[in-house]
């Protein structure tokens, strides 16, 4: 018989966790192109930007794992239980099913086409056939028999991709004074506040709440220590959401390095060919490993969240064996890899995705600084004045950046 605290004792001794997942999900190809532009467009102008979001990450990100181990369940199950059935309850679960259900399974597609896109670029083949592969081998982690499993997969991706973007990033050069000068010194060029709100959405993202609570419930679940967790926990957001803004940073660097101030066309994949001059013909190879890895992370950790929060806001089974979750899963990687297979570009549905996520962070930011105070639900592991201070700013920051994107994808009127 395996001793009781065997599991106590192997979760102690592992330097990551859940939190990676995190990682896994924000840096994916979006961000690829999103911190890409930016470095090309604005260099080191905007990444206190960034500076912001890692901070607003932690602090949101730290508040729904607290939750998990306090309680026991995922987000969307405390959620649900708190508010009860009424009107604001069930359009809670609503807002819920459509911005993180229906909004993975758009965005599922950019995670797939991504990772095909990689591949296309340095091995035979076409990128339908490497859509439908990745689709394929996203499908398989899924079906795992255990969520311990799949954390150690996404783990290792993580921390390939993290190795090879760095690294870029320091053998390219950085300019150190204008990173600092854009870390300290707050400023929006011109043309740059889409930019900005760009890199803020796909680093602050709603469905990562949802991801981590439950991934830190099943990590920690059978941790009798629960001081001992909360603490082990809190250290593993803070490493992991400050090693995903480390790889952002990285690529904004390196697209900053490469392409700022110089005429010509740009896109992301372009980076891969910039690497020759200090890594060989294995500059694309590089860059391309470390695309794919992005996009198969994104492409599993997104249909894992929405699996989380749909079955838990409706009261199912949002562990990862039950059949629900898998139903829920496997329908958002096949719709997205249908849609990369085909080249079909679903910009009508990506947009409805944008807007509810758009809303879908302040409200959720709400309810879980809500959440965080109710006593009687979490008895001494309530907010304490430090985090309401923290969260309320992250929140009122967030009202604004999703009241501008929101307004940015209403029909112009036109004069």
């Known amino acids: 018989m395996v001793p009781a605290d065997s599991s106590h004792r192997s979760t102690r001794r592992s330097p990551f966790g859940p939190g990676l997942l995190v990682t896994a999900a924000f840096v994916g190809p ?68 459509l911005a993180v259900g229906v909004g993975n399974a758009a965005y599922e597609s950019g995670n797939i ?3 095909a896109l990689a591949l296309d670029g340095v091995l035979p083949g076409n990128s339908q056939i490497w859509a439908l592969s990745i689709g ?148 694309p190879l590089v860059f391309a490993a470390g695309l794919f890895a992005a996009g198969l992370t994104s492409a599993v950790t997104a249909p894992l969240a929405a699996a989380y929060a749909v079955c838990g806001a409706l009261g199912l089974d949002d562990r990862m064996q039950g059949r629900a979750f898998r139903a829920v899963a496997v329908g958002v990687v096949v719709i997205g890899t249908l849609f990369a297979a085909t080249g ?6 990506i947009v409805f995705a944008q807007a509810a996520n758009g809303l879908l962070l302040p409200f959720v930011a709400v309810l879980l600084l809500w959440l965080m105070n109710q006593r009687g639900l979490l008895g001494a592991s309530v907010n304490r004045w430090p985090s309401n201070l923290l969260g309320a700013a992250v929140v009122l920051i967030a009202l604004a950046l999703s009241g501008h994107k929101i307004l940015s994808l209403l029909p112009s009127s036109g004069a």
């Open 30 to 97: 979006g961000t690829i192109a999103t911190a890409s532009s930016v470095g090309a467009g604005f260099a080191y102008a905007l990444v206190w930007a960034l500076l912001f979001s890692v901070v607003a990450t932690i602090v949101l990100q730290e508040m729904s794992v607290r939750q998990a181990i306090v309680t026991g369940n995922g987000l969307a199950p405390t959620l649900r239980g708190a508010l009860g059935s009424g009107w604001f309850g069930r359009f809670t679960i609503l807002l819920v099913v």
């Open 344 to 349: 079909a570009r679903p910009l009508s549905l």
């Open 113 to 115: 086409a991504g990772a």
């Open 136 to 283: 394929a081998i996203a499908t398989a982690l899924l079906f795992l028999p255990a969520y311990r499993q799949l954390e150690i997969v996404l783990i290792a991706m993580v921390l390939l991709m993290s190795a090879i973007f760095v690294l870029c990033a320091l053998l390219l050069g950085p300019d150190w004074a204008a990173l600092g000068r854009g870390l300290i010194n707050p400023t929006i060029p011109a043309g740059s506040l889409t930019m900005v709100i760009a890199l803020i959405g796909t680093t602050v993202v709603p469905y990562n709440l949802f991801l981590q609570a439950n991934a830190a419930r099943d990590h920690w679940a059978s941790d009798p220590d629960r001081t001992g967790a909360l603490r082990a926990a809190r250290l593993d957001t803070g490493i992991s959401v400050v090693l995903g803004g480390l790889i952002t940073l990285a690529i904004i660097s390196a697209a900053a390095i490469t392409f700022y101030g110089r005429t010509g066309a740009f896109s992301p994949q372009s980076l891969g060919q910039q690497l020759e001059p200090v890594l060989g013909p294995a500059g």
